[in-house]
């Protein structure tokens, strides 16, 4: 029997993508996308998380749990900490396109990278990692960058002159570094120009959906 992948996003560019990798992992998945556009500029807006997106997420994550899902993943790290509030008022599993990632920063790094175009977004994933890493009790270093600007440029539809900027401060700053994490799923088109790092470049989608179907599995 297929399983029910009830999805929550914060943005229509990112769940074409999503689903592919959910499909070509899980191929009798059953795919429900709850798509919240507005919550990412309201989170941008605010600064970070406040209590009225806690209570918009919780809401979805009750709709998740009220269509019958059997499991819910939240594919946006903006919001990432208001899902943490959520998941605790349903029984149904809960899972971060980004907590695999952490685990594995936090594993085989301890000079840490992370990357990111939206601040709201930067900052919790690095906090996650910082978390992680607390919890399997390893002392590690972790550095922000964010590209100022590329965001705006790529909503506006340049999405080769945000590439180009994110991928000047990938390379003026990876050397100083032993893992290179990108913080949000439009940036793993950039995986390619960096095949030659020596570090390990780290991005949520695939070992994201890896968890997610490890998951379902148990």
Same mark, same amino acid.
């Given at each position: 029997?297929?399983?029910?992948?009830? !999805? /929550?996003?914060?943005?229509? %560019?990112?769940?074409?993508?999503?689903?592919?990798?959910? @499909?070509? $992992?899980?191929?009798?998945?059953?795919?429900?996308? /709850?798509?919240?556009?507005?919550?990412?500029?309201?989170?941008?807006?605010?600064?970070? /998380?406040?209590?009225?997106?806690?209570?918009?997420?919780?809401?979805?994550?009750?709709?998740?749990?009220?269509?019958?899902?059997?499991?819910?993943?939240?594919?946006?790290?903006?919001?990432?900490?208001?899902?943490?509030?959520? =998941?605790?008022?349903? %029984?149904?599993?809960?899972?971060? /396109?980004? $907590?695999?990632?952490?685990?594995?920063?936090?594993?085989?790094?301890?000079?840490?990278?992370?990357?990111?175009t939206v601040g709201t977004t930067l900052?919790?994933?690095?906090?996650?990692?910082?978390?992680?890493?607390?919890?399997?009790?390893?002392?590690?270093t972790v550095t922000k960058y964010l590209?100022?600007?590329?965001? =705006?440029?790529? *909503?506006?539809?340049? %999405?080769?002159?945000?590439?180009?900027?994110?991928?000047?401060?990938?390379?003026?700053?990876?050397?100083d570094h032993d893992v290179i994490v990108?913080? $949000? *799923?439009?940036? *793993?088109? @950039?995986?390619?120009?960096?095949?030659?790092?020596? =570090?390990? !470049?780290?991005?949520? @989608?695939?070992?994201? !959906?890896?968890? @997610?179907?490890?998951?379902?599995?148990?």
């Amino acid at each position: 029997m297929s399983k029910k992948i009830a !999805v /929550i996003h914060t943005s229509l %560019t990112i769940f074409p993508s999503m689903d592919k990798e959910i @499909l070509r $992992q899980i191929p009798d998945a059953d795919i429900h996308n /709850i798509i919240d556009v507005k919550i990412l500029s309201d989170v941008m807006k605010n600064g970070g /998380i406040n209590e009225d997106i806690k209570k918009r997420m919780t809401m979805y994550v009750l709709a998740c749990e009220s269509m019958g899902a059997d499991i819910i993943l939240n594919a946006c790290s903006s919001v990432g900490e208001a899902f943490d509030v959520a =998941q605790s008022i349903t %029984t149904v599993p809960c899972l971060k /396109i980004d $907590q695999a990632m952490a685990e594995e920063a936090a594993e085989v790094g301890s000079n840490i990278a992370v990357y990111g175009t939206v601040g709201t977004t930067l900052e919790p994933s690095a906090r996650l990692i910082e978390r992680v890493a607390a919890e399997k009790g390893k002392s590690i270093t972790v550095t922000k960058y964010l590209i100022d600007g590329a965001f =705006q440029i790529l *909503a506006e539809g340049d %999405t080769e002159t945000h590439n180009k900027m994110v991928l000047k401060k990938i390379m003026e700053t990876k050397d100083d570094h032993d893992v290179i994490v990108l913080a $949000q *799923a439009s940036m *793993a088109v @950039l995986i390619p120009e960096m095949k030659d790092f020596t =570090q390990p !470049v780290l991005y949520s @989608l695939v070992s994201g !959906v890896t968890r @997610l179907k490890e998951c379902l599995e148990k």
